[in-house]
């Protein structure tokens, strides 16, 4: 007789589903392991603007010493003869201090200048057009001759420009590249084949295909593997990245936004540097086009609790704004959400505007600190943000935090602090061990209802070797299942992190890693994907069964419709190494006999997908035949999605 979103309602017996979030699985992205530069921002060269600096590399990290002229080469070879010096007199900006003056005391052959061999050296496409663009600045007389190339890795020109410069103060020049070849060894080449002192900064070379093709956009292939998740929401900018290494260097976003050339780079947590040519406008525009809701996160007004590495010590070094700042921190927490949702024509939504998005980002959620320990000096600042946002902006969702585990100090302390304020969200992390998910798939069933609801911002099951087999891809998926029973109290969730690129981890494992030619998506990745894709909006309870009462809890499962479609989809995880059998009962929803889609996530319970091997793990598809109640044999070590039409 009637049917509505939450139950479905029949003549003789009521069978009650319960809703659940309609936005339960997203994405965090962070710039970790070179996830921006060098990573998704599609940018090739690295080092645009000579900002490297000796302090961007942390001793525990990987990257030799860094300096101005870090993947820059000074370029000679149709012998000519000058000179390279980092000069910081007269900047383009000055956020951006530092840029390099070649002077050509012979210009030789071929020129003299600057080689960048990019990101582990540069990868272009054949017949790919590539985007130039440099800041010039004649220090003698003007014009002078350039000369642009592609060159591949026998030094062999595969693309070649030139122009003069025609202003004597700092001017953007753009050509185009077009590869003749491809190399994943390639290298950008300025020479200048004039004499005299020339200035130059803000170098760039970008593929003119990005991701929906926007200009300073996202690299095509990254960008859709991560829209193939089909998120339903974004965290970002961290993570770490957002409280920072010490209060200079807590994630500003308005030093983000603006044209590049002026947005203010700053040495990333992670060991490395960030340019900022993904900074905020990118994130809300990326979210736009992968139709995921923004959910971007700004520090609580402290910094990072292992601030200089102090999680090596027993003490912590949280750094906090002087309370009489905080006023001016909280107008800049507070000019975001205008810079989202503001008009086009407010002081910060007309900078959105002119960045080319008059249209409000929407933005619902907001973040307010990341894992931070709850100290008191974080909770003062912490409400003093919360209360002005809540303010202004009462329909922002704020979204609290609840420390860096699933339990202890920070853990208790930060959820007596959302009830104490009535939060409606708390930001859960926890990354541990197989059996830790397995052992914990009740952990919400009991959870208070009338308190936040939980966003489970950060979460990945680590073994012993920090891999990406199955075996911790399916502890995952176990425990999602438990999360779909519980997408009452779970609004969100997501996996952490999410990208990293090989040679430059800096955390493991991630979702998906990559180098300029390949993208791996890991068995984890697909996990998420099976979840994501095959969503619902209503659980039901009651629709499996064992034969055996010992059997009980062996398998995880769920059971989820889609309102949308009627669609109603089952999920059965088995983590043992034998098969087991389940009895399924459709029989609420007048199922008698239908063709169903099934997609199975198996292997081997070490199984792990590898740049050599990529394919060691990956769903199968097929069709099977259901009924109204029918046995199912789910594989050892599998996910199994069936989906079928609940209409
Ligand atoms: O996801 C990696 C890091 O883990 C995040 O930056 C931080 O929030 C957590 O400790």
Redesign the pocket.
Known sequence: MLCFVGSLVFAQKEFKGKAISPDLFGI?Y?D?SYAADGGLYAELLQNRSFEYSPSDKDNWSNESNWQPLTAWEFETDGFGYGSLSIETKSPIHSNNPHYVVVEIEEEGKEGIGLINHGYDGITVKAGETYNFSAFLKPLTKDPFEIVVQLRDENGKKIAVDSFSTNSTNWKNYKRTLTASAASNQASLVILIKTKGKLALDMISLFPQKTFKNRPNGMRDDLAQVIADLHPKFMRFP????VHGDGLGNMYRWQNTIGPLEERVEIRN?WGYRQSMGLGYFEYFQFCEDIGAKPVPVVAAGVSCQNSGGTWRIPETSQKCFPLEDMDAYIQEVLDLVEYANGSATSKFGSKRAEAGHPKPFDVEYLGIG??DKITPEFEERFKLIEAAVKAKYPEITIIGTVG?GPDGDDYEKGWALANELDLEVVDE?F?ETPEWFLNNLNRYDDYDRTQAKVYI??FAAHDSKRSNNLRTALAEAAFMTSIERNGDLVSMVSY??LLARKDHIS?SPDLIYFTDEAVLKTANYYVQKLFSNYAGDVYYDGIFSFKEETEKELVSTSCVKQSLTGDIVLKLVNTNEYPITIIIDLSPFRIKGSQATKIILTGDALAENTFENPDAVVPQESSMQVKSSFLYEVPANSLTVIRTSGK
């Open positions: 965090f962070e970790i961290g993570g770490c990245v947590i990341n894992e860096p992390h990354y911002g950060e952490a992190p955390w």
